[in-house]
């Protein structure tokens, strides 16, 4: 039999799963944020042989980044989401890679955000502060975007797994409206960053993207990973009727697909996060 770059993969079907491996080449994921969590989620997924790659980040690469993977010294000065697409590409040339240095908070980036978050089958969130996952959750819900969100503690020492499909799980904002019973740890702008533990979300930010895309196994709802303790909890959220994202209590934003949420909404959702002491 005929060896490629796919073959060991493509071995997981003799152990009973109907995986048609191929399917990930029609595929094209987002990756928001080229951090210690999109460093790692996006070389899985280019060996894994996903079709298409969108990148978003504004940064440049700087000294504290280097204790992550795909950056080197080399890279210091340069814009992280094309030190990704050279290092991608050399990894697997066959994938298409599009990079978007920019601020999705920009608002004169957010129809060129739209536009493209349309072409994308599902979203990979590696940002790291409140704001733009707030606005990363609604541009997913109004755009029926399933994404899979993640996010480290400010130790780095814990985080958490949030698979998120539009009109059939609980949004972010839903678990906010709701008070999962979660650790006060939820993720900020990075203070303290362990490379192992993003590895460890990263990687499990990829497993549910390819059961979702391949149609196999069991998703998680949402998952904690304390690396203190060496231990994961499972929590079973639910769906809030109320949640001023995706439930349906605005009636002059009826929660419906392609309905949008108004920028005036969403800058109330921001303003009043960003005070919040807690973080997420
Ligand atoms: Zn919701």
């Known amino acids: 039999m005929k060896q490629d770059r796919y073959t060991r993969l493509k071995a997981i079907k003799d152990f009973g799963y109907n995986i048609n491996w191929d399917d990930l080449q029609k595929i094209h994921i987002g990756i928001i944020g080229v951090g210690g969590l999109g460093c790692v989620s996006s070389e899985m997924a280019v060996r894994c042989g996903i079709g298409e790659l969108s990148l978003f980040d504004f940064d440049t ?5 280097l204790n992550r993977h795909m950056f080197k010294i080399e890279h210091l000065g340069q814009h992280k989401v094309e030190v990704a697409r050279i290092m991608l590409n050399e990894i697997n040339p066959d994938v298409h890679i599009y990079c978007f240095n920019d601020d999705i908070m920009d608002p004169t980036f957010e129809q060129q955000f739209e536009n493209q978050i349309d072409t994308i089958d599902i979203i990979l969130n590696g940002l790291d502060n409140i704001p733009a996952r707030e606005y990363l959750n609604a541009k997913c819900i109004n755009h029926n975007i399933p994404y899979i969100d993640a996010g480290a503690s400010r130790s780095g020492l814990s985080g958490y797994v949030h698979p998120v499909i539009p009109q059939k799980t609980a949004c972010a904002k839903c678990l906010n409206s709701i008070g999962v019973n979660m650790p006060d740890e939820r993720g900020e702008p990075c203070v303290a960053s362990l490379p192992s ?60 697909m392609n309905v949008k949420i108004s920028k005036k909404k969403l800058d109330e959702f921001i303003d009043e996060a960003e005070k919040r002491d807690d973080i997420w």
């Open 61 to 65: 690469v700087e000294m504290v980044n």
């Open 197 to 256: 533990t993003m590895a460890i979300l990263a990687s499990i930010q990829i497993q549910e993207m390819l059961k979702y895309l391949l149609n196999f196994g069991e998703m998680i709802d949402y998952i904690m990973y304390n690396m203190i303790k060496g231990e994961f909890l499972n929590y079973t959220t639910q769906r809030d009727p109320q949640c001023p994202i995706c439930g349906q209590t605005d009636d002059h934003y009826p929660q419906c």
